[in-house]
Nanobody, 127 residues
């Protein structure tokens, strides 16, 4: 079965960096969009960043210039480099995969648009 396994979360001071990884198995995602979304208690899961099969990237406005999404198709892995972290970035970060191959559309942003999910990794930012 398809599995997405996130790693790299943890506690960091404001201004610091973390690199999240999402390793996929059971399906090749090199031909599909992958995304990162985050969720804090009491709020809906929100879009953070996504990368199309072509390598084109998309970001939520508040993380532009600070976060970088990338993928290593040989490893079937997607990354989220998070720099200049702020306390408001603290959340559970989820990796997600789109079930569509070679989509010409922008990648999904809403949680209901993704077909595969990881279990989430906690990111805590201290001020």
């Amino acid at each position: 079965q398809v599995q997405l396994v996130e790693s790299g979360g943890g506690l960091v001071q404001a201004g610091g960096s973390l690199r999240l990884s999402c390793a996929a198995s059971g399906r090749t995602f090199s031909r599909s969009a992958m995304g990162w979304l985050r969720q804090v208690p009491g709020k809906e899961r929100e879009f953070v960043a996504a990368i199309r099969w072509s390598g084109e990237t998309y970001y939520e406005d508040s993380v532009k210039g600070r976060f970088t999404i990338s993928r290593d198709n040989a490893k079937n892995t997607v990354y989220l480099q998070m720099d200049s972290l702020k306390p408001e970035d603290a959340a559970v970060y989820y990796c997600a995969g789109d079930g569509t191959y070679y989509s010409d559309s922008p990648p999904p942003k809403g949680p209901l648009e993704y077909d595969y999910w990881g279990q989430g990794t906690q990111v805590t930012v201290s001020s």
